[in-house]
Nanobody, 112 residues
């Protein structure tokens, strides 16, 4: 069974950079897609970035050019490098594996 633990969130200023990570435990298949979602009000979850089994990446329009998703096969882990952060990037960032497994999330708060 796969378990995900997100780390690295915190309060930052607008314009700052931050890297968050998702530590992955259990039997990981790199053919599965992996993604970062952002949860804001209530249970509304927005897809931020996704990487599929072939390494192809997609990003939401709001973060394109500022965020980079990557994997570390050896740790194993999923990362999200966030540059030029904006207040609207604030939210609970959740890691997703195979469109089925979720972590608990790590909070990112961007102040202006």
């Amino acid at each position: 069974q796969v378990r995900l633990v997100e780390i690295g969130g915190g309060p930052v200023q607008a314009g700052d950079s931050l890297k968050i990570s998702c530590e992955m435990y259990g039997r990981i298949s790199w053919t599965n897609s992996m993604a970062w979602y952002r949860q804001t009000r209530g249970d509304c979850r927005e897809l931020v970035a996704k990487i599929d089994g072939g390494g192809f990446t997609t990003y939401s329009d709001s973060v394109k050019g500022r965020f980079t998703i990557s994997t570390n096969l050896y740790t194993p882990a999923l990362h999200l490098e966030m540059d030029n952060l904006k207040p609207e990037d604030t939210g609970l960032y959740l890691c997703n594996y195979g469109e089925e497994v979720w972590g608990q999330g790590t909070q990112v708060t961007v102040s202006s």
